[in-house]
């Protein structure tokens, strides 16, 4: 394993194993006979380990040396790393007391750490915090332990970039919960049990708890007795069906709303299904529109089956009839509807010579007012074609 692989506590363990043999070689070594020369011949390679471990670790590492009861400290040993990480050289902090070359160590907590550590011992871990003063501002992950000596060591990394790209992710997704938050669209997302992870405030509103957080919450919880409605719908989803349905619900915030719903199973990697993702848009308007329009067409053919005249309406680009009035069923002796008019009205099997739909589609909202003599029917006829929309899109005339 390299050093910069090393978690921290290992780290810890044999910079205190190392650190323990350089300053306390045992006693009793010195007395053998003869193992003078292998003695310190060990405890060079023991030193030369332990610099080269205390060096060349990714992690700062500083030791420091309680003075005054552990009414403050100072630094004793400070790594590579941890210049590059402060901005501080070696020979800037040894030797001096850690609140006079890092004046805000109290202030983001640290210190207290390093006292409690001191006083118990224990191995303590002080997390993620700012340290900010005139020349440093960084974010730093710091675990402190004991020495057998006295001393205390911290091992600390440097997670600034680690801080501003989580607050980043934050930012981003805050402002993604506002956007979907302020959609006029239900969306809602559970997991296999039900279980709801996410739910934007529309649907949050329209279940009679707007701002509320719905998360943990399952769908019955939320949805009571309409959940009878939909939970073969979950469950087919649920089973990898892609459901979608319109339907008429009356909502716990006092509104009955025509809805479009889609739920889409949400499939991971390895194939399986995490979860549903639900799209509920509320149509009711579009419901309305659609029934004013219904409505009004339905008027309008009113009044031509009430005239005394040929209405046809056809679709230019096929030719098929889309409409006949009462009297041109009349004159047919059929409803022709779906027919192709060239065969109804001139017993063509092709589209007729004299057909106009070039010039009329041309004149676009102009009439086209033309005269023609029916063989078919026997009868001479003025007719006025103009182009209109139908309900579908289509422009036919």
């Given at each position: 394993m390299q050093d910069q692989d090393k978690t921290k506590e290992q780290l810890i363990h044999e910079l205190t194993e190392l650190r323990s043999q350089v300053a306390e070689p045992k006693a009793f070594e010195a007395k053998l006979p003869g193992t003078?020369?292998?003695?310190?011949?060990?405890?060079?390679e023991t030193q030369a380990r332990y610099k080269a471990l205390f060096q060349n670790v990714s992690d700062g590492v500083a030791v420091y040396k309680a003075v005054n009861d552990g009414e403050d400290f100072v630094v004793v040993e400070f790594n590579k790393a941890a210049e590059t990480i402060t901005g501080v050289s070696c020979s800037e902090v040894i030797g001096k007391k850690v609140c006079d070359v890092f004046p805000s160590v109290k202030d983001m907590g640290l210190f207290d750490r390093f006292q409690e550590v001191w006083r118990t011992g224990e191995p303590a871990h002080h997390p993620v915090s700012k340290y900010v003063d005139s020349k440093i501002q960084i974010w730093v992950d710091n675990h402190v332990s004991k020495l057998p000596s006295g001393e205390i060591v911290a091992v600390f990394r440097d997670t600034t970039n680690q801080k501003a790209a989580e607050d980043a992710l934050r930012e981003s997704s805050n402002l993604l919960k506002i956007l979907v938050d302020s959609l006029p669209v239900g969306i809602l997302y559970v997991d296999t049990a039900e279980r709801i992870v996410f739910a934007n405030n529309t649907f949050a509103s329209w279940w009679g708890t707007p701002g509320a957080d719905l998360s943990g919450l399952t769908v019955k919880d939320i949805l009571r007795d309409y959940y009878t409605v939909i939970k073969n719908e979950i469950a087919a989803c649920l089973a990898g069906k892609e459901i979608a349905y319109e339907r008429t619900v009356s909502y716990q915030d006092g509104v009955t709303r025509d809805i479009a719903a889609s739920y889409i199973p949400h499939i991971g990697i390895d194939g399986k299904i995490r979860g549903v993702a639900c799209l509920i848009m509320d149509i009711s308007q579009l419901k309305r529109t659609q029934k004013d329009l219904q409505f009004e067409r339905e008027q309008l053919f009113s009044i031509f089956e009430a005239i005394n005249a040929v209405i046809n309406i056809i679709d230019p680009d096929s030719y098929e009839l889309l409409f006949m009035n009462k009297y041109a069923k009349s004159l047919v002796g059929h409803d022709a509807t779906g027919e192709l008019c060239y065969r109804v009205?001139?017993?063509?099997?092709?589209?007729?010579?004299?057909?106009?739909?070039?010039?009329?589609?041309?004149?676009?909202?102009?009439?086209?007012?033309?005269?023609?003599?029916?063989?078919i029917l026997g009868r001479d006829f003025m007719t006025t074609n103009s182009m209109i929309r139908w309900p579908d899109g289509r422009d036919v005339k």
């Open positions: 003078e020369m292998v003695l310190q011949e060990s405890q060079q009205f001139h017993g063509c099997e092709s589209p007729c010579d004299h057909c106009n739909n070039e010039i009329v589609m041309n004149l676009r909202d102009a009439p086209y007012h033309w005269e023609y003599r029916n063989k």
